[in-house]
């Protein structure tokens, strides 16, 4: 079945550390963001990349870095300068981003909590 | 002034309801619109575009007013499965990015 997996479900942090948050999607698309999500909050997002090797910062990103190396994978790692990182983080992917009506699919979402 | 704005409710709706809520936007050049269903601690995932003309699908109908850059959603004979948070997307600019409401969040009672 095509689908965004991400990976873990749960991550837990200390202070300082830096963390990575596994994205892999199986559809074909071009297009992959990374959102942040707080309670009561809509989503916000922190990057997005259109193709391989590009991607572009988008409302959030300090503190925040992310790779395009394959089509299928956008990893997003949470650096020790993001300062309140504890938040819902969901990976999702589009057919491209240039285009009206394109649906985003998401995957599962990880939760990060800091201790 | 927010891009997009939900209210946040909750609206606590009896079963078999009609509950209606509203999305407004604040970028009159805006081109696309969807409803997104989010469960609790899930991922959001679509429910409906939203047409100029308006569209229906089952027990839910989604209707784009531009004049007044809102979108509405109606749930008709509401379920108890109904229960969720509603996402407003709205779309924008040249690469057109996709902007979020921080949703609606509905309690349909037995």
């Known amino acids: 079945d095509g689908g965004i997996t991400q990976s873990p479900k749960y991550l837990f942090r200390k202070e300082g550390q830096n963390v990575t948050l596994s994205c892999e999607q199986n559809?074909?698309?071009?297009?992959m963001y990374w959102y942040r999500q707080d309670p009561g909050q809509g989503l916000r997002l922190i990057y997005y990349?259109?193709?391989?090797?590009?991607?572009q910062k988008g409302d959030i990103a300090e503190g925040y870095s992310v790779s395009r190396e394959k089509k299928e994978s956008f990893p997003l790692t949470v650096t020790s300068a993001q300062k309140n990182p504890t938040a819902f983080y969901l990976c999702?992917?589009?057919?491209?981003?240039?285009?009206?009506?394109?649906?985003?699919?998401f995957g599962q979402g990880t939760r990060l909590t800091v201790v | 002034r927010k891009e997009v704005e939900q209210d946040p409710g909750p609206f606590n709706v009896p079963e078999g309801a009609t509950v209606a809520f509203n999305c407004t936007y604040s970028?009159?050049?805006?081109?696309?619109f969807f409803w997104y269903r989010q469960d609790c601690r899930k991922e959001p995932k679509l429910l409906m575009s939203?047409?100029?003309?308006?569209n229906e699908d089952g027990r839910f109908t989604a209707q784009l007013n531009r004049a007044s850059q809102y979108i509405s959603l109606l749930i008709r004979d509401s379920k108890l499965s109904d229960s969720a948070t509603y996402l407003c997307?709205?779309?924008?600019?040249?690469?057109?990015?996709?902007?979020w409401g921080a949703g609606t969040k509905l309690i349909i009672k037995p």
């Open positions: 970028n009159s050049a805006s081109q696309s």
């Open positions: 559809l074909n698309h071009d297009a």
């Open positions: 939203v047409y100029s003309s308006g």
């Open positions: 997307v709205v779309s924008a600019g040249s690469n057109y990015q996709l902007i």
């Open positions: 999702a992917s589009s057919i491209d981003l240039g285009s009206m009506n394109t649906e985003a699919f």
């Open positions: 990349s259109q193709i391989v090797n590009d991607f």
